[in-house]
């Protein structure tokens, strides 16, 4: 063939160029999807980070409220009797707005049985509520007049006075707290007071209650439990008020949420949805991520819909990596005429695909490979071939306890430990998960047992710190076996050293096994 000018024609109807451009324009259209996707992958994992981040938030804000509230119902059943000086001191020194944002007031309704109800507003207007009245007005066997609730700013006292249990939604949550012995929020509400709130729009509430019991219900019977009942220590919460002391603006930079009242996500159970809660979100916006899960509150199940923001899809949308898809039409054109490259292409790949990106030791696919020259020379030189199989013991809780991240960097660091510890004639290979091996050629199965007992010693004896925080000693079971010279069956071999760390992790985990021959 000849490469003038006269034999461009030629050359240009030959197959083998157009072969060479459509193959490395497909490579170039892979590469860039296996960007796109794993550029996808790394925004999603994001996204879910912020989501668990945020459920942590609220699960961990509604315990220390919960708490709270149980103090409250210890200092009310502490004293026959808690003046009204006593438990404005007593709020007062939980410094709510500092400690606790969040929490509205913090308030206890009295029990008040229908031959009480006399008394009872004969005392509280004589303690200086001279237009004292139990609201609603009317006949009910028994009530739970709100006699405390503080601190005592215009809005909460409003709720002086008031029978939570008149209303059938705050008196299911009462009665569960009664029942239970335990905390219980009501449905979405209308706060008391919101009806004064002017221009502002009214918001989603629910109120949080702890029975107050004048002895230990633990070991009283239901007859006996109602009987002990003095009321309910209680606290309201506005949903938009609540999730806004909640949620970082670094959460809120990721996602919106929508939170609902039950396991259906119907507009009337709707609690709030961050995206018109406090901000403006373009209506015809459709989320990239979202991920639903059911939050357990007490005494209910809240919904919790989490989707990504504008303003984070928008990143991911510009951030496309064009610049990657060019080079890579730029290349396919260069490679078009010296297709040579491409082999050394292919090469570079190729050796990558022998590695594990993870810890950088080898993959399976290598192992595979390089048995299929090893063993033949194995026979030759009347050599054993030793190879042990390693597990990290309890990585599923180390992940769940610490993140994923902390579980990468264990495996990063289990995969330095075995480069340092084998030969260069030696095979350490990843073979997924937390599963390693490493094969010995020329080792005897003591030999073997011996370089897995100081390989386990030297992981328990590795301290380990992911961002600050120790995560304890690490420790791996592992099983041996050997294939004698002028063996035949691999597979069987390395059956032979499964069986053996399943045995080590069956007797305790920590431990080396070295496998028996059947």
Not at 320 to 332: D, F, T, Y
Not at 482 to 508: I, V
């Amino acid at each position: 063939m000849r490469w003038g000018l006269e034999g461009a024609g030629e050359a240009l109807r030959s197959p083998i160029p157009w072969v060479a451009l459509t193959a490395t324009l497909a490579l170039s259209a892979v590469g860039w999807i296996g960007l796109e996707r794993s550029r996808s992958d790394d925004a999603r994992s994001q996204f879910d980070r912020r989501t668990a981040t945020a459920e942590a938030a609220i699960r961990s804000r509604m315990l220390s409220y919960e708490q709270v509230l149980r103090a409250g119902a210890a200092r009310i059943a502490s004293a026959p009797a808690v003046s009204r000086r006593e438990y404005r001191d007593f709020v007062s020194h939980l410094g709510l707005e500092e400690r606790f944002p969040g929490i509205q007031s913090i308030g206890f309704s009295e029990r008040v049985k229908a031959s009480q109800r006399d008394a009872h507003v004969k005392r509280m207007r004589a303690e200086g509520f001279p237009d004292y009245e139990i609201r609603p007005t009317g006949e009910r066997d028994e009530m739970f007049p709100t006699v405390f609730n503080e601190p005592f700013l215009s809005r909460n006292a409003r709720f002086i006075g008031f029978d939570a249990y008149s209303e059938p939604t705050r008196r299911a949550a009462m009665d569960r707290a009664r029942e239970n012995a335990d905390a219980a929020i009501t449905g979405k509400l209308v706060l008391i007071g919101d009806a004064y709130r002017g221009t502002q729009p009214q918001q989603p509430g629910f109120v949080m209650y702890i029975a107050v019991f004048d002895k230990d219900v633990r070991t009283l019977g239901p007859a006996e439990r109602d009987a002990a009942l003095r009321g309910f220590v209680f606290s309201p919460f506005r949903v938009h008020e609540l999730m806004r002391g909640i949620l970082d603006e670094g959460v809120l930079q990721v996602l919106d949420m929508q939170v609902y009242d039950g396991p259906s996500m119907s507009p009337e159970n709707e609690l709030i949805d961050t995206r018109t809660a406090w901000r403006v979100t373009a209506a015809d916006s459709v989320p990239t991520f979202s991920r639903q899960v059911s939050f357990p509150m007490p005494g209910r199940l809240w919904t919790i819909r989490f989707i990504s923001r504008p303003e984070f899809d928008a990143a991911l949308q510009h951030t496309r990596p064009w610049g990657v898809l060019g080079a890579g039409i730029l290349a396919s054109v260069v490679l078009f005429f010296l297709t040579v490259a491409l082999v050394a292409a292919w090469n570079r790949a190729h050796h990558l695909s022998m590695r594990d990106p993870l810890t950088g030791l080898y993959n399976r696919r290598y192992l595979e490979e390089t048995m299929g020259r090893e063993l033949p020379r194995a026979r030759r030189l009347g050599e054993s071939v030793g190879v042990i199989v390693i597990d990290i013991d309890h990585f599923k809780r180390l992940n769940d306890t610490f993140g994923h991240d902390a579980g990468d960097f264990v495996l990063e660091r289990t995969g330095e430990l075995l480069r340092a510890a084998t030969r260069n004639s030696d095979i350490a290979c990843r073979f997924g998960g937390e599963e390693f091996a490493v094969i010995l050629p020329g080792a005897t199965l003591l030999v073997a047992r011996n370089r897995a007992e100081a390989i386990r010693a030297a992981l328990e004896s590795l301290k380990i710190e992911f961002e600050g925080t120790p995560l304890g000693p690490l420790t791996v079971s592992a099983g041996v076996a050997s294939m004698p010279p002028h063996g035949q069956d691999w597979a069987y071999t390395l059956q032979q050293a499964d069986r053996a760390l399943y045995t080590a992790k069956q007797a305790g985990r920590n431990r080396v096994v070295a496998a028996v021959s059947d």
